[in-house]
């Protein structure tokens, strides 16, 4: 009888809990995912693959930063939500804008120009 049944032996595998990034709540160390935010855990490492905890700041196999900075998390969401197109579109309106308003200053300011008269000639 060879019954194939490799026991894994993990002695107090769950001893250490697994601290939410988002919202600081205990979860074991098995889940992917916050029980209570339902926020990943864990976070691949875009450097070299290496699946660290999300509560880690840099990545334990090379050490490079997991987690962009505030103004680069900023940036990504603000031209994730402006496409290029939509800037450069908004750009060309405000220019296209300001030459008719310059125009029409420009016409208002400009004195009517009388036409001409016939001065009188004999
Ligand atoms: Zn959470
Ligand atoms: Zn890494």
């Given at each position: ?19 939410c990034a988002k ?31 999300r509560v ?67």
């Amino acid at each position: 009888m060879s019954s194939g049944r490799h026991d894994a032996t993990q002695s107090g595998a769950t001893e250490t809990l697994l601290v939410c990034a988002k919202c600081g709540h205990e979860n074991p160390r098995g889940n992917q995912k916050c029980r209570k935010c339902d926020a990943h855990l864990y976070i691949v490492c875009k450097q070299c693959g290496q699946l660290n905890e999300r509560v880690a700041r840099a990545c334990t196999a090379c050490g490079k930063r997991l987690h962009a900075t505030a103004w680069r998390q900023f940036r990504k969401k603000w031209i994730k939500r402006y496409s290029l197109v939509q800037v450069l579109v908004l750009i060309v309106t405000l220019a296209v804008l300001f030459k008719v308003t310059t125009m029409i200053i420009d016409a208002l300011s400009k004195p009517t120009e009388l036409p001409m008269v016939e001065e009188d000639k004999r």
